[in-house]
């Protein structure tokens, strides 16, 4: 269903949104089209531009999330760097700040969409943090990320290669892996290098290796395998 060729309201939208999430653990695999959320955004900044009351976010939390997670997934070289949820934060007094923010991550309880532990005390930093892993990795960039890890299968070293991929991702996942903390860093780069193993060894069903990883995204873990499958063990082996 197209939102923005519906011209559906964001009430229609918020309702479509939940029931779709129910199948899902990871928001960036409700795989939103660009157009369609360039139309939640618009929605979304008119929700808080024309707001009167504090109660609508509370009403369209879930909504405003995956906003949140899909200007993530598609951020342009122009506004690399730049959320714009932050953006819609501007001016505003530091409780109403907190309150929304608040409000916003409750989306993640109420509907039932696992929120990654992180090391960040601040409520900001750690929203983000959580808002980024659910962005993952955008489609244009998982080849080249993929192609990345691949040349540390062999690695023991594990801080040294998480290091040294985080120089190497294209700028797009670099910027939103940057968002993690330390640990997250480590255990989304890990969980990428373990599946490619896995898939590499070809000694398991793959719907059984995507079991395995219930909060890594299905459409990364699919196109990984699917990478895995074009390309030959030995040329992979010869980049580590």
Not at 81 to 106: A, H, I, S, W
Not at 124 to 142: C, M, N, T, Y
Not at 168 to 178: R, S, Y
């Amino acid at each position: 269903m197209s939102y923005a060729g519906s011209r559906m309201s964001l009430l229609d939208i918020q309702n479509d949104l939940s029931v779709r999430m129910r199948q899902l653990t990871v928001i960036s695999d409700l795989d939103l089209s660009e157009e369609d959320y360039r139309y939640l955004a618009t929605k979304i900044k008119m929700l808080f531009k024309f707001a009167n009351d504090n109660n609508v976010v509370d009403d369209y939390k879930l909504s405003i999330v995956v906003y949140w997670v899909f200007s993530m997934v598609y951020w342009n070289k122009e506004h690399l760097g730049t959320v714009e949820m932050g953006q819609l934060f501007d001016g505003l007094p530091q409780y109403k700040r907190k309150y929304y923010m608040t409000v916003c991550m409750e989306a993640f309880d109420e509907y039932g969409i696992y929120k990654y532990p992180t090391m960040y005390q601040e409520l900001f930093w750690s929203s983000k943090a959580v808002i980024a892993r659910h962005a993952g990795i955008p489609k244009e960039d998982r080849a080249e990320v993929f192609k990345t890890i691949s040349r540390y299968l062999k690695c023991t070293l594990i801080e040294d290669m998480v290091e040294s991929v985080m120089l190497e991702l294209p700028d797009k996942t670099k910027a939103i892996f940057c968002c993690f903390d330390d640990e997250m860093k480590q255990k989304v780069i890990l969980n990428l290098r373990n599946i490619m193993i896995r898939v590499l060894q070809d000694d398991e069903p793959k719907e059984a290796v995507i079991s395995h990883y219930p909060y890594v995204s299905k459409g990364v873990m699919t196109d990984l395998m699917d990478w895995c499958d074009r390309m030959d063990e030995g040329q992979i082996m010869k980049l580590s």
